[in-house]
């Protein structure tokens, strides 16, 4: 028997709970509270767990890829997001174009590196 996967939701650090909670839902993630130390963000059918808990050691090598439909109009919307302006240590790259596909980045205030991208199909 091979199962269907219905989805998959990476737990992931915080060095300020409170300051990361704001910013993914700036970003655009709903937040559904689970416990006073652990949330769920849910974007479309995708989602993880933020969880009021820093190891530095894994948050500066904790990155996720999340797939999205046109990068160029996502980086965009994030530049329209400001948030660099708002949050300290947010960084963004611009998209860049390689062999598979296209993908911009940013850096959560914990350092968590998030790849937006999309493939190119074949």
Not at 52 to 65: H, L, P, Q, R, S
Not at 76 to 104: A, F, H, Q
């Amino acid at each position: 028997m091979t199962p269907k996967l219905k989805s998959i939701r990476p737990f992931i650090g915080a060095q300020n709970f409170e300051i990361s909670r704001n910013f993914y839902k700036d970003l655009g993630f709903e937040e559904v509270v689970l416990e006073p130390k652990l949330s769920l963000f849910i974007w479309e059918e995708t989602g993880f767990y933020l969880q009021d808990y820093y190891a530095k050691e894994w948050v500066d090598n904790t990155m996720i890829f999340m797939e999205v439909a046109n990068t160029d109009e996502f980086w965009e919307e994030l530049l329209s997001l400001k948030l660099t302006d708002i949050y300290e240590n947010v960084r963004l790259s611009p998209v860049r174009t390689m062999e598979w596909g296209k993908e911009c980045f940013v850096h959560d205030p914990s350092g968590i590196l998030w790849h937006f991208g999309e493939f190119f199909k074949e």
